[in-house]
């Protein structure tokens, strides 16, 4: 290819499509016991299983930083509005 022509389509992956996911199934009980633990990955791993979301992608997102690092010592109703930002995040990346 010489140096002044474009890339070529060939040059850019195409973006994959994200899984089916189904936020319906996690139930305010299942909510509020993640709520309960302050291990955040252990809280978010039965919840991600029930919504069949495959990948940490944007829970990685919605907890860097910040939230993340307060979550251990948040109170739970701190950390539900924390989930749902993650779930209102979730449907946002999946539609």
Same mark, same amino acid.
């Given at each position: 290819?010489?140096?002044?022509?474009?890339?070529?389509?060939?040059?850019?992956?195409?973006?994959?499509? *994200?899984? %089916?996911?189904?936020?319906?199934?996690?139930? %305010? &009980? $299942?909510?509020?016991?993640?709520?309960?633990?302050?291990?955040?990955?252990?809280?978010?791993?039965?919840?991600?299983?029930?919504?069949?979301?495959?990948? @940490?992608?944007?829970? @990685?997102?919605?907890?860097? @930083?910040?939230? @993340? %690092?307060?979550?251990?010592? &948040?109170?739970?109703?701190? *950390?539900?509005? $924390?989930?749902?930002?993650?779930?209102?995040?979730?449907?946002?990346?999946?539609?």
């Amino acid at each position: 290819m010489e140096d002044d022509e474009p890339p070529s389509d060939e040059d850019n992956e195409p973006s994959r499509p *994200r899984a %089916q996911i189904n936020l319906q199934a996690i139930t %305010q &009980a $299942m909510l509020d016991k993640a709520s309960e633990n302050p291990d955040l990955d252990r809280a978010l791993d039965p919840l991600m299983d029930a919504a069949g979301i495959k990948d @940490g992608d944007v829970a @990685g997102v919605v907890f860097s @930083g910040p939230k @993340g %690092q307060s979550w251990p010592t &948040a109170a739970g109703a701190d *950390r539900l509005e $924390m989930l749902g930002e993650w779930m209102s995040t979730e449907y946002w990346m999946a539609n």
